[in-house]
Every structure is written in structure tokens, then in C-alpha cells.
């Protein structure tokens, strides 16, 4: 079939699925799905030697999981492109629109089994904390984060139609986007760092000085990699690289309309300035003060 013929059928593809419906966790919201699921996702069974990347949406999720599985492949390029990356690690809550769920894929995955989520801090299933499972979380300035989710939500039929961007702005403020308020789960996980082995990262340092950040990843995980291999890992988890890579840009997802906006968007600090009105700034400021103002916890908002 002619290339824009694919992309016409997929569009049409796209157009048919049903959206999914939103509902609510202890005050957070979350796709239906999930919550019907909740007892299955909540009794989960982590294993010591299990591995969770943890994150809000959009923070650089993504991002990670390659640093990640390279780091434990040696730096093996081939064997890092062997599935597409929600396969290779089961996004735990998540429940499919054929209604396979991550918990299945990770009950089905031999150890030892890197896994992904979004939960917030008090909806992550216990047995991770009672396992002592080791923890990577990554988090992203929340104007940048805010912007790439509403250019996600637009593109994904797993997730609520976003509206106009100012109605977006009100949404994300209010909390009431899936998985919750941005501010309580990075002061969430900030503070349970003290308390369990949790490695958190910032998208920005990632940005400002990749090769120190996937260092420290190295470190965490109890690997020891000469400098070459640290030097291939930087080169292939790169945004170009990664946007080119069809086991990690989504490609073949299809609940994905790359045409509306690609899932690897721009991959850079500071594209809010483009998108944020200086209302919305100095609203956006405001607020932020106050949500932050009881935690230690800071970002960079530019390079
Ligand atoms: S998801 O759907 O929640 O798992 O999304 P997530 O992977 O957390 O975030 C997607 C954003 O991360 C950007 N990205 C990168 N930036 C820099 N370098 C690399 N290698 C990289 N990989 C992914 C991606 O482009 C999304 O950000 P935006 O701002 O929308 O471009």
C-alpha cells in the first residue's frame, strides 16, 4: 500500500476508537479501566530484584527506560531494539484497549523485570515498599511537562480529549488530569526518597549534562561500564536518535495519532515559553509558590 494510504487507513483507524472513560482512585483520577482493575493493580506481587522507573506523565519516561535497559544490556544496541519499549517494560496499571494489562504482561515476564508506572506515591502497590524494590523516578519542570502532556492528550485515544489549551492550563492546575495533581507526586516521591532506595532524576539535568545523569543510573543499578560504552549509550538515547528509533518513538501504537502532534515532540527545556500567555505565567507562578512552598524540592524551568 502507498505510504499516504497507510497513514490515511491509520488516521481512520485512530477516528474509531472509542474514548476512554475517566474515573477516580482515593481523589486521583485515572482511566476506568484502571480503576475496575484497581484490586488486581493495588495487590500486585513486586520481587526484590525488580527494577520500577517511576514518573509523571511526560517527564521523560521514555527517556529513561533506554538509558535503562542499555545499561543493563552493556550498551547492546541490537538487543535494546529486540521489542518496542512497552513491551520490553510493562507499564503496570496500564490496561489496553484489548484488554491485555501490564500486570499480566509482568505476572508473565521472567526476572529480573524492569516495570513502569505513573502512580503517585500513595497508589503505588505496597509490595514494592515491603520487597525494597529499587526505584529510578524522573521529573520535569511542570510548565514544560504541562505542555507535553496536552500535546499528548491530544494524540492519544487512551486519555481525555484535552480541549483548548487555556481550558488545559485550568485542568492541569486544578489536578484533575490522570494520575493526578503534577505538584503532589514529585513532593511525593521527593520525600519517600529519604526512606527507600529511590534514584530521582530531573529531565533538565539529563539535558544539561547527559552522560553524568546516565552515570548515576550506572551507579544505582550496580553496574560498572567502561567509558566508551558510557559514551554509546549517550549517543543512542539521544531525542534524535530516540524520534528515529521505532522501539522507542510509538510508532505502531495505535491509539497514537503521530500526525496530530509525534510522541517525540520536541525533547527540549523551556518550550512552555511558547505556548504559556504572560497571564498564564504569572498565574502559573503564583500558585506555584504556594503548592511548593513546603518542600525542598526545585526545578529548572530553562537551560
Ligand atoms: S510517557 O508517555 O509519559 O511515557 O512520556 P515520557 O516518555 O515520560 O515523556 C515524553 C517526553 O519526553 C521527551 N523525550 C526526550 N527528550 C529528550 N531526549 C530524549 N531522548 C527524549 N525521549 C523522549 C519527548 O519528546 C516528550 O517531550 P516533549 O516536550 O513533548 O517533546
Same mark, same amino acid.
Given at each position: 500500500?502507498?505510504?499516504?494510504?497507510?497513514?490515511?487507513?491509520?488516521?481512520?483507524?485512530?477516528?474509531?476508537? /472509542?474514548?476512554?472513560?475517566?474515573?477516580?482512585?482515593?481523589?486521583?483520577?485515572?482511566?476506568?479501566?484502571?480503576?475496575?482493575?484497581?484490586?488486581?493493580?493495588?495487590?500486585?506481587?513486586?520481587?526484590?530484584?525488580?527494577?520500577?522507573?517511576?514518573?509523571? /506523565?511526560?517527564?521523560?519516561?521514555?527517556?529513561?527506560?533506554?538509558?535503562?535497559?542499555?545499561?543493563?544490556?552493556?550498551?547492546?544496541?541490537?538487543?535494546?531494539?529486540?521489542?518496542?519499549?512497552?513491551?520490553?517494560? #510493562?507499564?503496570?496499571?496500564?490496561?489496553?484497549? $484489548?484488554?491485555?494489562?501490564?500486570?499480566?504482561?509482568?505476572?508473565? @515476564? #521472567?526476572?529480573?523485570?524492569?516495570?513502569?508506572?505513573?502512580? #503517585?506515591?500513595? *497508589?503505588?502497590?505496597?509490595?514494592?515498599?515491603?520487597?525494597?524494590?529499587?526505584?529510578? !523516578?524522573?521529573?520535569?519542570?511542570?510548565?514544560?511537562?504541562?505542555?507535553?502532556?496536552? !500535546?499528548?492528550?491530544?494524540?492519544?485515544?487512551?486519555?481525555?480529549? %484535552?480541549?483548548?489549551?487555556?481550558?488545559?492550563?485550568?485542568?492541569?492546575?486544578?489536578?484533575?488530569?490522570?494520575?493526578?495533581?503534577?505538584?503532589?507526586?514529585?513532593?511525593?516521591?521527593?520525600?519517600?526518597?529519604?526512606?527507600?532506595?529511590?534514584? !530521582? *532524576?530531573?529531565?533538565?539535568?539529563?539535558?544539561?549534562?547527559?552522560?553524568?545523569?546516565?552515570?548515576?543510573?550506572?551507579?544505582?543499578?550496580?553496574?560498572?561500564?567502561?567509558?566508551?560504552? *558510557?559514551?554509546?549509550?549517550?549517543?543512542?538515547?539521544?531525542?534524535?536518535?530516540?524520534? $528515529?528509533? %521505532? @522501539?522507542?518513538?510509538?510508532?505502531?501504537?495505535?491509539?497514537?495519532?503521530?500526525?496530530?502532534? %509525534?510522541?517525540?515532540?520536541?525533547?527540549?527545556?523551556?518550550?512552555?515559553?511558547?505556548?504559556?500567555?504572560?497571564?498564564?505565567?504569572?498565574?502559573?507562578?503564583?500558585?506555584?509558590?504556594?503548592?511548593?512552598?513546603?518542600?525542598?524540592?526545585?526545578?529548572?524551568?530553562?537551560?
Amino acid at each position: 500500500m502507498a505510504k499516504d494510504k497507510v497513514e490515511e487507513t491509520k488516521e481512520l483507524e485512530w477516528a474509531l476508537i /472509542p474514548p476512554r472513560e475517566v474515573s477516580q482512585v482515593d481523589g486521583v483520577f485515572l482511566e476506568k479501566n484502571m480503576c475496575n482493575n484497581w484490586d488486581k493493580i493495588w495487590n500486585f506481587q513486586a520481587k526484590p530484584d525488580d527494577l520500577l522507573i517511576a514518573s509523571y /506523565p511526560k517527564a521523560g519516561t521514555t527517556w529513561t527506560q533506554e538509558i535503562v535497559d542499555l545499561i543493563q544490556n552493556n550498551g547492546d544496541i541490537e538487543n535494546s531494539r529486540r521489542a518496542p519499549i512497552h513491551l520490553r517494560h #510493562p507499564f503496570l496499571e496500564w490496561v489496553r484497549v $484489548n484488554s491485555f494489562s501490564g500486570i499480566d504482561e509482568a505476572n508473565a @515476564m #521472567p526476572s529480573p523485570r524492569t516495570l513502569k508506572t505513573h502512580l #503517585p506515591i500513595q *497508589l503505588l502497590p505496597p509490595s514494592f515498599w515491603e520487597k525494597k524494590c529499587k526505584i529510578i !523516578y524522573v521529573a520535569r519542570n511542570a510548565k514544560d511537562n504541562m505542555v507535553s502532556y496536552y !500535546y499528548f492528550q491530544t494524540m492519544n485515544k487512551g486519555l481525555p480529549d %484535552p480541549g483548548s489549551w487555556d481550558e488545559y492550563f485550568e485542568t492541569f492546575m486544578s489536578g484533575k488530569v490522570m494520575w493526578g495533581s503534577w505538584f503532589d507526586h514529585v513532593k511525593g516521591w521527593w520525600k519517600k526518597k529519604d526512606s527507600h532506595p529511590i534514584l !530521582y *532524576l530531573f529531565y533538565e539535568e539529563m539535558m544539561k549534562d547527559p552522560k553524568r545523569e546516565i552515570r548515576k543510573v550506572m551507579e544505582f543499578l550496580g553496574k560498572n561500564l567502561k567509558e566508551e560504552v *558510557l559514551d554509546k549509550i549517550v549517543n543512542n538515547t539521544s531525542f534524535a536518535v530516540m524520534k $528515529n528509533n %521505532p @522501539m522507542t518513538n510509538y510508532i505502531n501504537d495505535i491509539e497514537m495519532n503521530h500526525s496530530l502532534s %509525534p510522541f517525540m515532540r520536541k525533547g527540549v527545556v523551556g518550550d512552555w515559553k511558547n505556548q504559556f500567555t504572560e497571564d498564564q505565567n504569572k498565574r502559573f507562578n503564583e500558585d506555584y509558590e504556594k503548592h511548593m512552598a513546603d518542600t525542598s524540592l526545585s526545578f529548572f524551568e530553562e537551560l
